[in-house]
C-alpha cells in the first residue's frame, strides 16, 4: 500500500518542481510525462491486484498445505498409537500364550500321569485274571487227579470264561428220573468236597441239566426236575461234608442247554449231568489286584 501512496503523491509533487523552475519542460512533453505517468500508474495498480491475488493465493495454498500437514500429523500419531497398542496386545498374548503352554504342559503331564496309572492297573488286572486261570487250571488238575480211578467218560473238566467246570454224569450220582443218589455218590462227592474246601477263595454253583426225553415222574416239569437234583447235592456237601453255605449256590437248567443232541441215547446221557462251576469270589480278585499292585 505505501508503494502505492508513493506513486500517487507522484504527479502533485512534479507539478510543484515545474511551477517552482521556470525551466520547466514545454506543455507537450509535459502531457507525455503525465500519459507515461499515468500508464504506469495503471501498471502498477493492475501488478499490485495480481500481487495481492497471488498473495491471496499463497496464503490459501499455505492455509491448505498446513491443514494437510496437521491432517497428515494426526494420521501419523493415530498410526504410532493404533502400533503401540497392538504391541502391548502382542506382549501380553505373548504372556498369555506363555502361561497357556505352562497350563498345557502341565495338563499333559497329569494325564500322561493317569494315563500310566491307568495302564499300570490294567497290566496288574491282567496279571490278576492271569492267576485267576491259573488257578482255575490248578483245580481242574486237581479233580483230574480226584477222579483218576473213575470212569473217564463220566466226568468232564472244562475251563471257559474265567470259569472252571467239573461235569458228573447222572450214573455217578442219581437213580434215573429221581432225585434220590445212588449208592456210590458219596464217594464221588467226598472228592468233591476235599478237593473244594481247600478253595475258599471260590464260589461255587451246583446246576442240574436233563435230556427231553426221559421220564421225570413227581416232577412238573424239567427245569424243577434238575433244580430238585442241584439242590440235593447242595445240601449234601455242606450237611454231609463240611463245605461253607456261602460259597454255594443252586441252580436248573432243565434241556435248555444240552452238551450234545437228544436224539440218540448216548447223547441223552451226556446232557442227563451236574455241574460244578467255580471262579474266584469278586472280592478274592480285588485282594489279589491288591497284592499284584504292591508287588
Known amino acids: 500500500m505505501k508503494n502505492n501512496a508513493y506513486l500517487l503523491s507522484l504527479p502533485v509533487m512534479?507539478?510543484?518542481?515545474?511551477?517552482?523552475?521556470?525551466?520547466?519542460?514545454s506543455k507537450k512533453k509535459f502531457l507525455t510525462e503525465i500519459e507515461n505517468r499515468d500508464s504506469l500508474s495503471h501498471f502498477l495498480n493492475v501488478r499490485n491486484l495480481e500481487l495481492s491475488r497471488e498473495i491471496g493465493h499463497l496464503k490459501l495454498d499455505l492455509a491448505e498445505k498446513t491443514g494437510?500437514?496437521?491432517?497428515?500429523?494426526?494420521?501419523?500419531?493415530?498410526?504410532?498409537?493404533?502400533?503401540?497398542?497392538?504391541?502391548?496386545?502382542?506382549?501380553?498374548?505373548?504372556?498369555?500364550?506363555?502361561?497357556?503352554?505352562?497350563?498345557?504342559?502341565?495338563?499333559?503331564?497329569?494325564?500322561?500321569?493317569?494315563?500310566?496309572?491307568?495302564?499300570?492297573?490294567i497290566n496288574?488286572?491282567?496279571?490278576?485274571?492271569?492267576?485267576?486261570?491259573?488257578?482255575?487250571?490248578?483245580?481242574?488238575?486237581?479233580?483230574?487227579?480226584?477222579?483218576?480211578?473213575?470212569?473217564?467218560?463220566?466226568?468232564?473238566?472244562?475251563?471257559?470264561?474265567?470259569?472252571?467246570?467239573?461235569?458228573?454224569?447222572?450214573?455217578?450220582?442219581?437213580k434215573p428220573g429221581t432225585d434220590l443218589f445212588t449208592k456210590g455218590?458219596?464217594?464221588?462227592l467226598d472228592k468233591i468236597a476235599r478237593v473244594l474246601n481247600n478253595h475258599p477263595e471260590l464260589q461255587i454253583q451246583v446246576v442240574g441239566h436233563s435230556d427231553s426225553q426221559s421220564g421225570i415222574k413227581g416232577f412238573k416239569n424239567r427245569l424243577d426236575f434238575s433244580t430238585s437234583r442241584a439242590v440235593a447235592v447242595t445240601e449234601s456237601l455242606t450237611r454231609d461234608f463240611y463245605m461253607n453255605g456261602v460259597q454255594l449256590?443252586?441252580?436248573?437248567?432243565?434241556?435248555?442247554?444240552?452238551?450234545?443232541?437228544?436224539?440218540?441215547?448216548?447223547?441223552?446221557?451226556?446232557n442227563r449231568r451236574i455241574e460244578i462251576v467255580f471262579h474266584q469270589r469278586v472280592d478274592e480278585v480285588r485282594k489279589m489286584a491288591k497284592a499284584v499292585k504292591g508287588n
Do not use: W
Open 124 to 174: 496288574n488286572f491282567g496279571t490278576t485274571l492271569q492267576k485267576q486261570e491259573d488257578g482255575i487250571d490248578i483245580i481242574l488238575n486237581e479233580f483230574k487227579a480226584a477222579f483218576l480211578d473213575f470212569p473217564p467218560k463220566d466226568f468232564g473238566y472244562e475251563h471257559k470264561d474265567y470259569r472252571g467246570y467239573l461235569v458228573v454224569s447222572e450214573k455217578q450220582l442219581f
Open 14 to 25: 512534479l507539478l510543484a518542481i515545474c511551477s517552482l523552475n521556470s525551466a520547466c519542460v
Open 68 to 121: 494437510e500437514g496437521n491432517a497428515l500429523r494426526e494420521i501419523f500419531d493415530k498410526h504410532v498409537f493404533e502400533i503401540k497398542k497392538l504391541e502391548k496386545e502382542i506382549e501380553r498374548l505373548g504372556n498369555q500364550s506363555s502361561s497357556t503352554q505352562q497350563s498345557l504342559n502341565e495338563e499333559v503331564r497329569l494325564r500322561d500321569a493317569q494315563l500310566a496309572e491307568k495302564e499300570q492297573v
Open 185 to 188: 455218590t458219596n464217594s464221588v
Open 249 to 270: 449256590t443252586a441252580a436248573g437248567r432243565g434241556d435248555f442247554e444240552p452238551k450234545t443232541s437228544n436224539e440218540t441215547e448216548e447223547g441223552r446221557s451226556m
